[in-house]
């Protein structure tokens, strides 16, 4: 599964033993988040999310499992359906891939190890309003043509309910289901919900251009840098989210623009959001603001305010997002990509087997350290080689 770099999100922070006086030293929030489930129910207890490794050995288990299971005679024709049936839910590009991949492993490995189960294995890829939405048009349209003509079932739809064996949608559409795989975006951690901090509608912290996490009350103190807003009048701050329903909108979240900051608390990454520019959960927009934050940190322990203020010096620049673009693999060796910022005229857009190319390259340049680089390129080749590996241990 591709990941991006990881990001360097952890600011340099001055140390309190730099500071003239006592002073709270500036924290930078970085806890991140889990798979949001928006409250949907059976989610956690059934779902499979795909977050980090573990979560994507425990769906290799998963399949190999049924597919073991599947493989048993005399089991009822429904039953077995349902063991070889995978429902993705979430159609951006983690989902994407998912489903690309599990193509990939029907039509290769799984078609010359178990053709008879190979030929029953189905995909099914839900997502509730558009398939890459974040994509070009034309792209989208690539990739959902791709999708369909491996085999992949596109539904449009909003879960209901995940019970164990069952997707249960909106419209009332039931999915039964052998492995569910969970990719609705990102949501808020416990963690980052307990914080004292205004939330965005889907849960993630308010975060002004600075990059400052602002007050959950109206209560902060003013702030004294010309760099901040001033504290009055305030519009009332944005309240903690609750459950973000699956069809929120961050942007409709209240301005924070005019809310006087928490002294010394920054966030950045996934866990938090400007509601007037609201970023995707990216590797990117995190480490940009990793690199922003360390840049401001430093100047501000530099400066002569140091201690006195809870905010950048004057000369500050706020925070600017800068998007490199985009990239999905959909199987079958293609992938979509797209340089640039699809809603300017500067964007790049290409499909195809050249797309997988530039995505593999550049998740390996991007990986952290040679032996990292090394040890992924070896993985592929084998796997190109001699196929994916279905040993259960
Ligand atoms: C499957 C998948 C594919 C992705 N693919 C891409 C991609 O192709 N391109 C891209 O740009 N982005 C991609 N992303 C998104 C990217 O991984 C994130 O945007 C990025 O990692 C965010 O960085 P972060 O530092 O905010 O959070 P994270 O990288 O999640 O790091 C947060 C850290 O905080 C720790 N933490 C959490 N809670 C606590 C706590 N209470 N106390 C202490 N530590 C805590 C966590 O353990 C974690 O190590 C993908 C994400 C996933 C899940």
Partial sequence: MPRATAAPTAATVPTAAATPTAVAVPTAAAA??????????????????????????????KIIENLALAGIPGR?????????????????????????????????????????RAKAMRVTLVEARELLGSFDASLREYAARKLIRRGVVLRKGVVHEVTAK???????????????IWSTGVGPTPFTLSLPFAKTTVGRIAVDKYMRAVPATSSAPPSSSPAS??????????SPASVPSM?????????TARLAPVPHVYALGDCCANPDNPLPALAQVAEQQGRYLARVLNETARGPTYGQ?????????EFAYRHLGSMATVGGHSAVLELGD?????????????????????YLTRLGSLPKRLAVAFDWTVTMVFGRDLSRW
């Avoid at 889990?34 to 050995?57: M, N, W």
């Avoid at 949608?169 to 052998?178: A, E, I, Q």
């Avoid at 203020?309 to 620049?317: E, G, R």
């Avoid at 699809?342 to 550049?362: D, K, T």
């Fill in 166 to 180: 069952e997707v249960v949608l909106k419209d009332g559409t039931v999915l039964p289901y052998g492995l569910c």
């Fill in 309 to 317: 203020s809870s905010s950048p010096q004057h000369d500050t620049p």
């Fill in 342 to 362: 699809a809603s300017s005229r500067r964007s790049f857009s290409l499909a195809g087997f050249l797309s997988w190319v530039a995505w593999r390259s550049a």
């Fill in 76 to 116: 009822p024709l429904e039953e077995w359906q349902r063991l070889l049936h995978v429902v993705i839910v979430g159609g951006g590009p983690t989902g994407v891939e998912v489903a690309g991949e599990l193509t990939d492993f029907i039509a290769n490995e799984l078609r010359k190890l178990y053709p008879e």
């Fill in 247 to 255: 069809l929120a909108d961050e942007s409709d979240t209240p301005s």
């Fill in 229 to 238: 807003p001033s504290p009055s009048p305030s519009p009332p701050p944005p």
């Fill in 32 to 61: 991140a988040v889990q798979g949001s489930t928006f409250g949907i129910p059976g989610v956690l207890q059934h779902a499979h999310f795909l977050r980090d490794v573990k979560q994507a050995e425990a769906i290799r288990q």
